[in-house]
Every structure is written in structure tokens, then in C-alpha cells.
């Protein structure tokens, strides 16, 4: 959800990167390793897990992101 509890579309690549993610929640991924993946740029990928986390469906660590455990979220 994002800030001020109002819901946006996601898009593509956001679902993309969500899907891959919560198939495999025990690994950690960082911009580079889901632009290997998923064929888009670093820079693309960087800043989509910057809106995912914004929107609160991403925990961020240090360097990496995790999804949060509860698949409602999104």
C-alpha cells in the first residue's frame, strides 16, 4: 500500500520482481542480482525495490531486500 493508505497499479516489471522474490523469500536479492534475472537494468531494478519498499512490500537490509513474510500486503 502506498504512503497516505491509497493503492496503485503495478506494474509489469514491479509484479515481475514481487513474483520472483516470494517464490523464493529465504534468498536475499539486490538490484544487480534481479536485473540478471529479470532482464531489466540495474538502475531500472534499483528503482523499483526503492517503490516496493516505499510501498511496504519490501524489507530492506543492507544492500539487499527481503519480502516482508505476510503476501497480503500487496
Known amino acids: 500500500m502506498v504512503s ?6 503495478m506494474t509489469n516489471n514491479e509484479m ?3 513474483l ?3 517464490k523464493t523469500p ?3 536479492f539486490n538490484a544487480n ?9 540495474s538502475m531500472g ?6 517503490r516496493l519498499e516505499k510501498d511496504g512490500i519490501l524489507s530492506p537490509k ?9 503476501p497480503g500486503r500487496i
Request: proline share 3%; aromatic share 8%; no cysteine.
Open 16 to 18: 515481475l520482481i514481487v
Open 45 to 50: 531494478a534499483l528503482k523499483i525495490l526503492k
Open 33 to 41: 542480482s534481479i536485473s540478471r534475472e529479470s532482464g531489466l537494468t
Open 20 to 22: 520472483k522474490m516470494f
Open 4 to 9: 497516505g493508505g491509497s493503492m496503485r497499479d
Open 26 to 28: 529465504e534468498r536475499e
Open 62 to 70: 543492507t544492500n539487499t531486500y527481503t519480502p516482508f513474510t505476510s
